[in-house]
């Protein structure tokens, strides 16, 4: 690990003063349990450290007019914990659930899950995020099995994030701030897929930070979310997918399907999305939605097996969503 | 000749009893110090540089900047110029300095070229490796052209078991110093603390003497710290650099997991023949394996059921350009059980027969007939399998499929050399002390309680200090040789020194010492309790002397005191759930039967019985060393996805042991490696048998088992 300053602002006009206008003027440190491993690894070696979780604007969890705002540095935990998500949001606390180990749930911040690097094996064993090894393409011409099965362009990992694939589901929007000023991003223009290795993957520019989350809550929307992980234990989604559904009687007025882990950012499904509509969940249109939301799925040399998770993952998600048992 | 024989079993008082580890608050409670916590005064930290690449020659190296870093104390070059690099991970470059972070810098500042030669790091297609292929020649046994011919029913089929890594939660490494006096101190993580003493004396060319070797507590080994290593020699010629200021070198996870041990892979392409009634009358069978750059892994097949009585077999090792094997809890034994018994439990589906029966009629091609089938009726009892058995292919509803399988073992297990020394005391405390380890299987408990029951004490009376150069040699803890060993050698030794207490206090009882015994906290006249001194007070009549006696257990001669011997079978029967939606496997139950002998702690055996299924469910649903074949790296160096159970995926765990007469009469008979044998082929037999295929390859990952599942090669 390089040497490197640290600062520990109490304000966010202190913490942004901090920031540079690269990537390697400074780095923002939350939780710490993905920078302090991608720092201990070499992947990446900012000057500075601006440790914000001293700062209160980026803390708690409140009602809004529309919603709900999510401090960037709430926990995973005080998000489970936290009854307002808890009733009206089970898709953001199944996501939570999903992150199976205590001490990120303890450490791990909400705006932390949503700025995580990639876990593409080639770019943390240094080869960037869009790897390559004497000319050759690795993630296509190497091993790909926990790699994306959608996007046309050259990123080929997988978007981490635990708690997108939920946010765009649902509609949400991320605040950006910076010295000069607040912009709001919608959730799913917040994930981006790079076109070069010095792009990031996410919207955020280096001289800002992530302070909150807006989640919109609709009365009436039900929504869930469904990973397929092999371990119970400590494990990395190999799919997923969050749904929101908003129902006329026992149809399905609207729907929003989004897949997680399957290309480098959540993908919305939208033919599957809208084919729900005037029909009721049930096993078998469940099962359809799931079937359409993987057409055009593009597996890699070893990761077929990742559209049938995928697919699944959507008729798990739709029939929990609906309380519908299989 | 004094009598060393176990007491009866019936007359047992401490041995045999459910006691907890006597080290367990320590280590639970995080007291228990390891060697890698040690932080001496004036200590430097070492980092090794590694190669990347898996084959390649070293053109160049060039420390000078690493040398001027603030802090370093010393710079070593492990592979100077012309060094033909074998394997990623390969130590090219070691530095000490004043802090981890100096050295880990340091490191950095080191240039080195290389020119890239042509690598191999993946061996599944054997046709693919080429040159790297070394075949073994043919073993030929029987006829088998003329027993397939008249076989009933032939079965073909094609296996594969990966390259596992050790995983130890303490890594390898030590603290070492090497003082201007020629004085080593050396705190390794070590499976041998005895002997590990004389190797580095031999590689560092100095008296074993002038080596002082101390270890509390291992966190982990299973095969893979038996030797000072390469990181170990650094370590000490850093520190004499450094003017002996001692030195730890320790080993991070990646590179831990690269080069710090493997067990090699194995794949089979095997026919079987039999009668219709299921008995085996032929095997014939390609397999290969590697086990890194030396080839090796040689899996012995067919495995248990080794009189098939014609055989025509084939193996070939495989060179890679991948870091070495080491001996891995129960080295070969896991591949061949699941290379055997996954093509047995096939062969029984082809015969659509239950494949219990079909190893029941099979138990007299065994060495140990009449223990297999009482194995596998008592397995089969304990995981209900006349209820829970269906032939292949869970016909329920749903995407949850259920599903039973069997795997079996075979192990030795007799002690190793061992020398204890058990002293007494005047004041009456007991010190038992023998240069051997724990590695936490609860060897320090076992010792108390031979040595506890010999003297009529109980557990908390005996001091045991083990883990040091001091004490009495005793044999490396590997092959199951430590249990045998060190009780054997303390009952000697604690005879021994009973035998001089009571000589001592005959006279004052007045009876001679042979009509003497020790039982309850008293010396005693034999079944006269009004006849008695307290332990405390026939210590003190000892007056200002104490006793101290040795005893050894001598491998050869070991068998015929009775006190301990090898041999064993053990069975293990898997019950499985598979999301045939997903391809995830969950474990619904595990059981053990397992034939161990004489069994001094019910609860610590069972214990590593629990680690040795637990690293069953591991081996047979996660764990594989994946390489890359374009850089030649290991991908999953890491606790991410170099998988692992937590206690959410293992499921219930059954052991069942035979605790009877007959089996006590064999003596103590090692336990660590039998039952980490079985349960990687009775998991995979329990999947096939849910979802009515075989997956393959292990691990059955999601992707491993939805590819079967859809006819795609993985």
């Given amino acids: 690990m390089q040497a490197f300053e640290y600062a520990s602002p109490k304000t966010l006009k202190e913490a942004l003063a901090l920031l540079g206008s690269g990537w390697n003027d400074a780095a923002v440190l939350a939780g710490g349990t993905d920078l302090l491993s991608l720092m201990k690894d070499g992947v990446v070696a900012p000057k500075r450290v601006v440790n914000i979780k001293e700062i209160a604007e980026l803390k708690g969890i409140t009602k809004t007019a529309t919603g709900v705002r999510i401090g960037a540095a709430v926990t995973v935990d005080e998000l489970l914990s936290n009854a307002i998500v808890r009733a009206s949001l089970p898709a953001l606390t199944q996501a939570a659930h999903g992150i199976t180990s205590p001490q990120i749930r ?65 509609g949400a929007k991320v605040k950006l701030a910076s010295a000069g000023g607040t912009r709001e991003v919608d959730a799913a223009k917040f994930f981006v897929a790079p076109s070069n290795n010095d792009a990031r993957e996410v919207a955020l520019l280096p001289n800002e930070i992530l302070t909150e989350i807006l989640v919109p809550v609709k009365a009436g929307e039900k929504s869930a979310t469904y990973e397929v992980r092999q371990k119970d234990a400590m494990d990395w989604p190999l799919a997923a997918a969050a749904v929101t559904l908003t129902m006329k009687g026992s149809t399905v007025a609207s729907a929003n399907i989004v897949l997680g882990h399957v290309g480098p950012t959540p993908y919305w499904a939208e033919k599957a999305s809208s084919m729900l509509a005037g029909k009721a969940i049930t096993e078998e249109t469940a099962e359809a939605a799931g079937k359409a939301a993987v057409e055009g799925a593009k597996p890699l040399s070893h990761n077929t097996y990742k559209v049938q998770l995928a697919s699944v993952a959507v008729k798990r998600a739709l029939l929990a969503a609906a309380g519908v048992k299989s | 000749m004094p009598n060393y024989s176990w007491p009866p079993m019936a007359s047992r008082k401490v041995m045999g009893q459910r006691l907890s580890r006597t080290d367990g608050i320590e280590k639970a409670s995080g007291r228990a110090k390891y060697n890698s916590d040690l932080n001496k005064p004036g200590m430097l930290h070492a980092v090794l540089l590694t190669s990347p690449y898996a084959h390649a020659k070293v053109k160049s190296i060039d420390t000078s900047a690493a040398e001027k870093h603030t802090g370093v104390a010393a710079v070593r ?134 080596i002082h070797v101390h270890q509390d507590h291992i966190g982990g080994g299973f095969g893979s710290k038996f030797q000072p290593d390469r990181w170990g020699i650094e370590a000490a010629q850093l520190s004499k650099a450094a003017g002996g200021k001692p030195v730890k070198l320790f080993l991070d996870r990646a590179t831990e997991l690269m080069i710090a041990g493997c067990r090699p892979s194995g794949f089979l392409n095997v026919k079987l023949g039999a009668k219709k009634d299921g008995t085996l009358t032929a095997w014939q069978s390609e397999s290969w394996a590697s086990g890194g750059i030396g080839g090796g892994g040689s899996p012995p097949i067919p495995y248990v059921f080794t009189k098939v009585p014609n055989r025509r077999q084939n193996h070939t090792a495989v060179s890679l350009n991948t870091a070495p094997i080491r001996a891995w809890r129960a080295p070969n034994h896991q591949q061949a059980s699941y290379l055997t018994c996954a093509p047995l439990e096939d062969l029984a589906a082809k015969l659509k027969m239950d494949p219990l029966e079909l190893f029941l009629k099979n138990a007299n091609l065994t060495q140990r007939e009449d223990t297999y089938v009482r194995q596998l009726k008592k397995a089969a009892e304990l995981s209900d399998w006349k209820k829970l058995w269906h032939p292949r292919g869970d016909s329920g509803k749903g995407p949850i499929k259920r599903g039973l399988g069997i795997g079996v073992n075979t192990w030795g297990g007799a002690g190793h050399d061992s020398t204890a020394r058990t002293t007494i005391h005047p004041d009456g405390t007991v010190e038992v002390e023998l240069g051997s380890q724990d590695l936490g299987t609860g060897t320090r408990t076992i010792i108390a309680q031979v040595a506890a ?34 009780t054997s050698s303390t009952r000697k030794a604690t005879v021994n020194a009973l035998d001089k207490l009571l000589a001592e206090v005959a006279g004052g009882l007045g009876a001679p010492a042979d009509q003497l015994e020790a039982v309850d906290g008293k010396i005693q006249v034999k079944g006269n309790a009004a006849k008695s001194l307290t332990w405390k007070a026939a210590c003190q009549k000892l007056g200002v002397k104490t006793v101290s006696e040795t005893g050894s257990n001598v491998p050869r001669e070991a068998a015929k005191e009775g006190l301990n011997t090898g041999g064993v079978g053990g069975v293990q029967i898997a019950d499985v759930s598979v999301d045939v939606e997903t391809g995830v496997v969950k474990m619904n139950k595990l059981v053990a039967v397992q034939d161990i002998g004489l069994v001094v702690n019910p609860k610590t055996a069972e214990s590593q019985v629990f680690g040795a299924c637990i690293m069953s469910i591991c081996g047979a649903l996660m764990e594989e060393r994946i390489m890359d074949e374009l850089t030649g790296r290991m991908l999953n160096a890491d606790m991410e996805f170099y998988k692992l159970a937590g206690i959410k995926d293992i499921g219930e765990i059954v052991v069942h042991f035979e605790i009877d007469e007959l089996n006590d009469k064999r003596g103590v008979i090692g336990l660590g490696e039998p039952p980490a044998i079985g349960g990687i082929a009775a998991i995979s037999n329990a999947v096939a048998n849910a979802i009515g295929t075989r997956v393959p390859t292990v691990p059955m990952t999601p992707m491993n088992v939805l590819d079967t599942l859809s006819g795609r090669k993985s």
């Fill in chain 2, 453 to 486: 029951e010999t003297l009529g004490l109980r557990v908390p009376d005996i001091r045991v200090k083990i883990g040091d150069t001091n004490y009495p040699p005793s044999g490396t803890s590997g092959g199951s040789t430590t249990v045998g060993g060190v």
């Fill in chain 1, 106 to 170: 303890n450490m791990g911040t909400v705006g932390g899950d949503l700025c995580q690097r990639p876990r593409c094996w080639y770019f943390r064993a240094g080869f960037g995020l869009l790897p390559k090894h004497e000319g050759t393409d690795l993630v296509t011409e190497g091993d790909n099995r926990y790699h994306a099965i959608f996007g046309d362009g050259a990123a080929k990992f997988v978007s981490a994030s635990s708690f997108g694939p939920a946010l765009v589901a649902l």
């Fill in chain 2, 77 to 210: 070059v492990i592979a100077p110029a012309g060094t033909e690099i074998q394997w990623a991970g390969w130590e090219v470059a070691v530095v000490a300095a004043n802090t981890e972070l100096a050295a880990r810098d340091a490191v950095k500042k080191i240039k080195i070229e290389y020119d890239m030669l042509p690598h191999v790091v993946v061996e599944n297609d054997l046709k693919k490796v080429k040159t790297r292929a070394k075949p073994a020649g043919e073993q030929l046994e029987g006829d088998p052209d003329q027993a397939f011919k008249e076989a009933d029913v032939t079965l073909e089929g094609n296996y594969g078991i990966p390259t596992l890594t050790h995983c130890c939660l303490e890594p390898h490494g030590q603290v070492i110093g090497w003082g201007a006096d020629g004085k080593v101190e050396f705190n390794p993580s070590t499976q041998s603390v005895t002997s590990i003493r004389g190797d580095l004396a031999r590689l560092l060319n100095i008296p074993a003497t002038d």
